[in-house]
């Protein structure tokens, strides 16, 4: 069974940076794709960031990319999102999630799920 844990979040002012962590365990994840998704009070998930297990490819959404940066210690079986520069609008609880064979930017398509990490960003 595969279990998502993530860690790392907490209260920034605006313009700081947080590293969020997310340790995997329960199976072996090599064909697997790790995904950050975010979910801000009344909307809905929204697709932040991927990486393929080894790190050789990452994907992140054209909004954040400038800003937020996926990547992976896999012998840690650990997946990390830096986040720079940080808005108010980032405030939202961050999960981190898996999937297997390809990359999908719709959280739906992820079918494990970590229980989250709040990120509040003050102004």
């Known amino acids: 069974q595969v279990q998502l844990v993530e860690s790392g979040g907490g209260l920034v002012q605006a313009g700081g940076s947080l590293r969020l962590s997310c340790a995997a365990s329960?199976?072996?994840?090599?064909?697997?794709?790790m995904g950050w998704v975010r979910q801000a009070p009344g909307k809905e998930r929204e697709f932040v960031a991927a990486i393929n297990w080894g790190g050789r490819s990452t994907l992140h959404a054209d909004s954040e990319k400038d800003r937020f940066t996926v990547s992976g210690d896999f012998a840690k079986n650990t997946v990390y999102l830096q986040m720079n520069s940080l808005k108010p609008e980032d405030t939202a609880v961050y999960y981190c999630a898996a999937r297997r064979y390809y990359y999908s930017r719709t959280p739906s398509d992820y079918d494990y799920w970590g229980q989250g990490t709040q990120v509040t960003v003050s102004s």
């Open positions: 329960g199976r072996t994840f090599g064909n697997y794709y």
